[in-house]
């Protein structure tokens, strides 16, 4: 998510634009990621792909296996703050037919 809105903000100021979008992702409340190991994770946002799960950051972006997370602690977690974070509890394990 961030990566798209760091683009657009690049877009409009080469077009000479404001971006109203900028603001409200600025405000908006870090992801918790909760890790097996019990290590804690903020986060601008998210991204899944396949069995990786990519945590993003303003300036960066790190890839970790959904295999490390706690899926249900890191839901609780966020549930507690308003932000619904959806992690397919078995996306490590399924295959392509």
């Not at 959904?66 to 509890?89: C, F, H, L, M, W």
Request: hydrophobic residues 40%; without cysteine.
């Amino acid at each position: 998510m961030r990566i798209l809105q760091r683009l657009q903000a690049e877009l409009a100021a080469a077009k000479g634009q404001s971006t109203p979008t900028s603001v409200a992702a600025q405000n908006a409340p870090a992801v918790t990621l909760i890790l097996k190991d019990g290590r804690r994770i903020e986060a601008a946002g998210y991204a899944l792909v396949g069995s990786t799960l990519w945590i993003l950051n303003a300036q960066d972006a790190t890839k970790i296996s959904v295999s490390d997370v706690d899926v249900d602690a890191t839901q609780r977690e966020n549930q507690k703050r308003g932000i619904n974070v959806v992690i397919p509890p078995n996306t490590s394990q399924r295959r392509l037919r």
